[in-house]
């Protein structure tokens, strides 16, 4: 079974700044990746996703990420974050047998002035 | 394109009584639905998938008496929470895909159920 590892519970960045949130799954054919995005109380909206191809992958909102194989990785990237950005991200996997999504236990964005 | 509602947003109802969240897809039509639980802070936890007029398949401890799915048509899906508990109190979370979308998950805005 496919499985998700967010390390960082909780990230704290300054406006302007870069995010970089990290992402490890473990499955063992190729996956297909999604990063989601929650605020409070609302649904999840698809930032962006890997299927194949391309391993840097751009998606809403200014984001990206990079699919690396060798390192099990898919980490979530932003050059410079707005205020607006402070909520709750989400990375998944997902397979081909099942459609069914794993996801990770989140990370919490919070953006100081 | 793509959007999922969920109705309520919110319900507040009596220990005892049952609710039902319905989530539909609005312009697309949706071959599997997926309902999932959130507690707060933690991440989403899938209960059920759900494909178009096929019983419903349930995640390993949940209970199929309690949480009843129905997947009427291909842009509807219910779920009813019977004899409802404090602890049922949660955000109930769908999403849907479609056939060929391998693995792309739309979701709908959530349902907040408090029980009394």
């Known amino acids: 079974a496919q499985s998700v590892t967010q390390p960082d519970i909780h990230i704290t960045v300054s406006e302007g700044a870069s995010l970089e949130l990290r992402c490890n799954y473990s499955?063992?054919?190729?996956?297909?990746l999604f990063w989601y995005v929650q605020s409070p109380g609302q649904g999840l909206q698809l930032l962006l996703k890997?299927?194949?191809?391309?391993?840097l992958v751009q998606g809403i909102k200014g984001f990206e990420a990079e699919f690396k194989r060798s390192q099990s990785s898919f980490n979530l990237r932003k050059p410079s974050v707005h205020w607006s950005d402070a909520a709750e991200y989400f990375c998944?996997?997902?397979?081909?047998?099942?459609?069914?999504?794993?996801f990770g236990a989140g990370t919490t964005v919070t953006v100081r002035a | 394109g793509a959007v999922v509602s969920q109705h309520p947003s919110r319900v507040i109802c009596k220990s005892g009584t049952s609710v039902k969240i319905e989530c539909r897809s609005l312009?697309?039509?949706?071959?599997?639905m997926f309902w999932y639980r959130q507690f707060p802070k933690q991440s989403l936890m899938l209960m059920a998938t759900?494909?178009?007029?096929?019983?419903?398949?349930?995640e390993q401890g949940v209970e199929k008496d309690k949480f009843l799915i129905n997947h009427a048509s291909l842009t509807l899906s219910t779920l009813t929470v019977t004899s409802a508990h404090p602890e049922d109190s949660s955000f109930y979370i769908c999403?849907?895909?479609?056939?060929?979308?391998?693995?792309?998950?739309?979701f709908g805005p959530g349902t907040r159920l408090t029980v009394t």
């Open positions: 998944a996997v997902g397979t081909s047998n099942d459609y069914k999504l794993s």
């Open positions: 999403s849907a895909s479609t056939r060929g979308g391998r693995g792309e998950q739309y």
């Open positions: 890997y299927f194949s191809g391309d391993t």
């Open positions: 759900s494909n178009e007029g096929s019983k419903a398949t349930y």
């Open positions: 499955y063992g054919a190729t996956p297909y």
């Open positions: 312009d697309f039509q949706a071959t599997t």
